[in-house]
């Protein structure tokens, strides 16, 4: 489940191949006026896609089994 969206891409238009990363949500819970989460057991720590489109990283982003934040940036950048 998608809880924040973190749009990072300097090419905001471009929608057919990004890279996106998600992280469990409760990795926020130190930002300052923020929602916190609790940890579960099985949360994913992170994941990414590099190259897919951005309806392809809500979808993957919306079916991780756990609550996550979504980072998205423009292809080539923020991924390992």
Do not use: Q
């Given at each position: 489940?998608?809880?924040?969206?973190?749009?990072?891409?300097?090419?905001?238009?471009?929608?057919?191949?990004?890279?996106?990363?998600?992280?469990?949500?409760?990795?926020?819970?130190?930002?300052?006026?923020?929602?916190?989460s609790?940890?579960?057991?099985?949360?994913?720590?992170?994941d990414?896609?590099?190259?897919?489109?951005?309806?392809?990283?809500?979808?993957?982003?919306?079916?991780?089994p756990?609550?996550?934040?979504?980072?998205?940036?423009?292809?080539?950048?923020?991924?390992?």
């Amino acid at each position: 489940m998608i809880c924040n969206i973190i749009d990072s891409r300097k090419r905001p238009y471009r929608w057919k191949r990004i890279n996106a990363i998600v992280e469990a949500t409760w990795h926020d819970n130190a930002i300052p006026d923020g929602d916190t989460s609790e940890r579960g057991p099985d949360d994913i720590v992170y994941d990414d896609r590099e190259g897919i489109s951005l309806s392809d990283a809500i979808a993957w982003a919306h079916s991780v089994p756990c609550r996550v934040t979504l980072f998205l940036y423009d292809e080539g950048c923020g991924t390992s």
